[in-house]
């Protein structure tokens, strides 16, 4: 079948799709709140949120809004609650053998043990994820109806596919039956397979479940539409903490430019991380919209019946073919990393001992001064309370498209019930 939309429940449903990119997740929960603040507020009821999906620290936002599905509202406020409470040093321990342990990897020399090959030590945030999230809380939900189904993607390093650690609300056949690249992997969802989500290479090491190595999910889905598409949802609501810069009217690319500093390793990494991460999420929503307008011209010059006759000459189930994707993606409007490195040369940073130190050296050094690591790794409260604010201000501008996507999407659903 085509990659196209495809729905495995009788109803509507509405997706939250949630990306990664490590300590840049905050701006995650500016959006949530205005979701479920202004646009509920406006519509006259909670903002049903069906399917979660996430990936990498997304993986870990959307754990936190399902472990609490019976507070419609109340769950964002625990997440930002979580978010503004962190301290990059407890969140950040350097691993005792870490840059050594990677410096063998590199070499080719083999490496032994959970915490060998990365820079922090895991035990810290896998602490803070217990704390905050009572996982057992998601069967419940589920069981109860209040989800449908929640997903964490994570990348299987052995074969280098994505596998999606899926929980439903009900046993069902698998939604990814013909796909070789997404694997879907039922689970009752833990801590262990959130964290596996977020083990961003180098910097966090790969986690051991069920005898397999896995590692973050960005790696290959970033932007995991495709779980929650292929699960039901026939409407996404997408969120992205990447800032997309305009593009120049000329391309400088090609321009000689003789006094462009050299980049240091560590702009390196943080470079290569963003290309890691990177996700073909503008491609795959344009070939959502393609197929938008090809179904809704068939229809206007066809009739209502042009859907169905077009999944039926092509063989089609009902419930699997062809449908209709509404779909509002909303990403940051502000260039982070910049954003990260004002922040670490500013009072406001209060970080102190050597891995202040590093995070100074890199914010202030002109080779690294866009500064992607450092947006990475800024587990820090105040700094994530002014992602939350942008993700507001983001949100607060595609409020009306949001409200029409629950609506309409809400609207089909008791129409199918009826």
């Known amino acids: 079948m085509s990659d196209a939309i495809a729905a495995h429940d009788a109803d509507a449903a509405i997706g939250l799709v949630l990306a990664g990119g490590a300590a840049r997740g905050a701006y995650e929960v500016g959006v949530l709140e205005h979701i479920v603040e202004h646009v509920s507020r406006d519509l006259g009821y909670d903002v049903p949120l069906d399917i979660l999906s996430g990936t990498s620290v997304g993986a870990?936002?959307?754990?936190?809004?399902?472990?609490?599905?019976?507070?419609?509202?109340?769950?964002?406020?625990?997440?930002?609650?979580?978010?503004?409470?962190?301290?990059?040093?407890?969140?950040?321990?350097?691993?005792?053998?870490?840059?050594?342990?990677?410096?063998?990897?590199?070499?080719?020399r083999g490496l032994s043990g959970l915490e060998a090959g990365a820079l922090f030590d895991p035990t810290p945030l896998a602490e803070t994820l217990r704390r905050a999230i009572p996982f057992e809380r998601i069967d419940t939900h589920l069981r109860a109806g209040r989800l449908r189904s929640v997903t964490v993607t994570a990348t299987q390093i052995s074969t280098g596919r994505a596998v999606?650690?899926?929980?439903?609300?009900?046993?069902?056949?698998?939604?990814?039956?013909?796909?070789?690249?997404?694997?879907?992997?039922?689970?009752?969802?833990?801590?262990?397979?959130?964290?596996?989500?977020?083990?961003?290479?180098?910097?966090?090491?790969?986690?051991?479940?069920?005898?397999?190595?896995?590692?973050?999910?960005?790696?290959?889905?970033?932007?995991?539409?495709?779980?929650?598409?292929?699960?039901?949802?026939?409407?996404?609501?997408?969120?992205?903490?990447?800032?997309?810069?305009?593009?120049?009217?000329?391309?400088?690319?090609?321009?000689?430019?003789?006094?462009?500093?050299?980049?240091?390793?560590?702009?390196?990494?943080?470079?290569?991380l963003s290309a890691l991460l990177l996700d073909r999420i503008d491609n795959e929503i344009d070939r959502f919209e393609k197929v938008n307008e090809i179904l809704d011209a068939g229809t206007r010059r066809f009739g209502d019946a042009f859907v169905r006759g077009l999944n039926d000459e092509l063989g089609y189930d009902p419930r699997e073919g062809l449908q209709r994707l509404g779909i509002v993606h909303i990403r940051s409007s502000i260039d982070i990393p910049g954003m990260a490195a004002d922040y670490v040369s500013s009072p406001a940073f209060r970080q102190n001992g050597l891995l202040g130190r590093l995070m100074r050296r890199i914010a202030e050094d002109p080779a690294m001064r866009e500064a992607d690591l450092l947006s990475y790794l800024l587990f820090d409260g105040e700094f994530a309370g002014r992602l939350i604010e942008i993700g507001r201000v983001d949100a607060r501008a595609y409020h009306g498209a949001l409200c029409k996507l629950v609506d309409d999407t809400v609207g089909r659903r008791m129409l199918l019930r009826s």
Request: glycine share 6%; charged share 20%.
């Open 164 to 272: 999606v650690f899926v929980q439903r609300r009900r046993a069902q056949p698998s939604p990814w039956s013909t796909s070789h690249h997404v694997v879907p992997k039922p689970v009752r969802l833990r801590a262990i397979h959130t964290l596996a989500s977020a083990a961003v290479p180098l910097l966090f090491p790969a986690v051991p479940i069920d005898g397999r190595y896995y590692c973050d999910g960005g790696l290959r889905q970033n932007v995991p539409l495709s779980p929650a598409r292929r699960l039901g949802a026939r409407a996404l609501i997408v969120v992205n903490p990447k800032y997309v810069a305009p593009r120049p009217a000329h391309d400088a690319v090609l321009e000689h430019a003789p006094h462009e500093p050299f980049p240091s390793p560590l702009s390196i990494v943080g470079k290569a």
């Open 60 to 108: 870990m936002n959307v754990c936190m809004l399902a472990a609490y599905a019976d507070e419609p509202r109340a769950r964002v406020a625990h997440l930002a609650g979580v978010w503004t409470e962190l301290d990059i040093g407890n969140i950040l321990r350097p691993a005792a053998r870490g840059v050594f342990d990677v410096a063998r990897g590199l070499f080719g």
